[in-house]
């Protein structure tokens, strides 16, 4: 039902700014009106059934040419079917008004009127294109368009002063600085190789040996305060796995981690796990 | 004094009245010789003709550069100018190299909604092309045919944008009341559409049959 050049067609010259790049259509709104267009559907009374079918089947082949693309197409597919649904229910008996108001109203209200709204704007779109176009073919003095300084309100002009530069042109600054401090790196930092998921793995292998070890002599191989931490997190996480315990005898006392499978044990010499109750 | 040439003969001066250029080369000169488009006050201003006049032999002037000659004079944002006429466009580009940035669709979108809904936020835009609208506008926004004009006074404070005069400038348009009119059905040519209360009907009807 799709034509077959839809998933080929681009435009190159388009503008390119935008890290998702959508072949063909504007968006979902855009792909709506060229469906009803391509069928010769009546605005007034579209299809529901088979212009979903025809929305999602496009949705599936963009999926296909193109990994990631916009949400907006999702979220009017989920509009249609909703509005696909709302027609094949049946009328409710309710003695409620509001119910009945809302039953009479056609579900497809809503979405016909998005629809033309959208369709205003692309004739407005194209008319400015147009003007632009014919505008491009008129020179001026080239003093003109240096010192272009028309007699406007006092808002605009104002606006205009602090549009002159524009947050994009502080920004585009930054940019550049940060780019020319890029290109002369001042040291070299080597990335740590002390890594939550190491830690885990060598706390497990060493507490299925000993079965019990003080937290200080989890940490008799640190060599920074980074690595302490680690080790810490690393803690944290198997308690949240339940993969290991902690008790601690008094406060400010040395904490234990012991392993989950020598929990009874520890159980039996009477000391209280934090979590039961201590 | 037969050694002067006769135009400057005493009575050549003297006699004859000082000769008045007309309004229409008046106004002809300060709009040729001004740096900016040139606007009707400021003609009637320096004129000293009152602003009806100056707008009338604008219009004649106007008509007189229109049937000969390469300029024609025209009413942009701000005022009056000179430009080229349209059939010099590929001569006259190619003695300057002036690149003018091409917009995609989307910002033409973009730029079409806030022309004739402004103030607008980004989320009205969003909500009206059914798409995200961020990478356009911003576009728009460092091209400068727009601009953040005031905040909205709602949840968030999204600023509100507004096209600026080189917005009008670049599109020919003397003001934002020379926007085209927008005819509601014209972008829909060829969908066919019958009338709404019609189609209700009808599809009433099929639900009581349903019942």
């Known amino acids: 039902m799709i034509p077959a050049t839809l998933e080929t067609a681009k435009e190159p010259e388009r503008f390119t700014g935008h890290a998702i790049r959508l072949p063909v259509f504007e968006g979902p709104l855009d792909l709506l009106l060229y469906l009803i267009r391509a069928h010769k559907y009546d605005i007034f009374d579209i299809p529901i059934r088979h212009i979903t079918g025809q929305f999602v089947e496009y949705l599936t082949l963009m999926r296909e040419v193109e990994a990631d693309y916009a949400g907006d197409f999702l979220v009017t597919a989920a509009t249609l079917m909703q509005i696909k649904a709302r027609m094949l229910l049946p009328k409710t008996q309710s003695q409620s008004e509001e119910v009945m108001a809302q039953d009479e109203a056609d579900p497809r209200a809503e979405l016909v009127e998005r629809l033309l709204e959208y369709g205003r704007i692309r004739v407005a779109a194209e008319e400015l294109r147009q003007k632009r176009e014919a505008r491009d073919d008129l020179f001026a003095r080239p003093l003109e368009a240096a010192k272009f300084q028309p007699d406007f309100d006092a808002e605009l002009s104002q606006a205009l002063l602090l549009a002159e530069v524009s947050s994009f042109d502080l920004l585009s600054a930054l940019r550049r600085v940060l780019h020319r401090m890029e290109e002369r790196p001042v040291a070299l930092v080597r990335r740590e190789a002390f890594t939550l998921p190491d830690r885990l793995r060598g706390i497990t292998v060493r507490l299925y040996h000993s079965g ?22 690393a803690i944290l996480e198997l308690i949240r796995r339940g993969q290991a315990r902690v008790r601690q005898l008094t406060l400010f006392d040395e904490i234990w981690l012991e392993g989950a499978r020598s929990q009874a044990s520890g159980a039996r010499n009477g000391v209280p796990a934090p979590d039961s109750g201590a | 004094m037969e050694f002067l040439p006769p135009t400057l003969a005493p009575d050549a001066w003297l006699l004859a009245p000082p000769k008045m250029p007309s309004p229409t080369d008046i106004i002809e000169a300060l709009i040729f010789a001004s740096h900016a488009p040139l606007s009707l006050e400021r003609l009637a201003a320096v004129t000293q ?137 014209s972008a829909l040519e060829g969908v066919g559409g019958h009338p709404q209360t019609m189609n209700l009907f009808e599809r009433g009807e099929v639900r009581e049959d349903d019942e």
């Open chain 1, 212 to 233: 019990e070890l003080s937290f200080e002599a989890l940490c008799d191989d640190c060599q920074s305060r980074l690595e302490v931490v680690v080790t810490f997190l």
């Open chain 2, 49 to 185: 003709m009152p602003p009806e006049s100056v707008a009338a032999e604008l219009d004649a002037l106007r008509e007189e550069k229109e049937a000969v000659g390469a300029l024609q004079l025209v009413e942009v944002a701000g005022g009056w100018q000179f430009v080229t006429k349209a059939e010099f466009a590929p001569f006259v580009r190619r003695l300057r190299d002036e690149k003018r940035a091409r917009l995609s669709r989307a910002a033409f979108e973009v730029l079409a909604i806030v022309a004739y809904r402004q103030p607008v936020t980004r989320a009205e835009i969003d909500a009206l092309r059914g798409v995200e609208s961020a990478a356009p506008l911003h576009f728009l926004l460092e091209r400068k045919l727009l601009f953040p004009a005031a905040r909205k006074d709602v949840a968030g404070r999204p600023w509100l944008y507004k096209t600026t005069p080189q917005f009008l400038d670049q599109f020919g348009l003397k003001s934002l009341e020379d926007l085209p009119e927008l005819d509601e059905f």
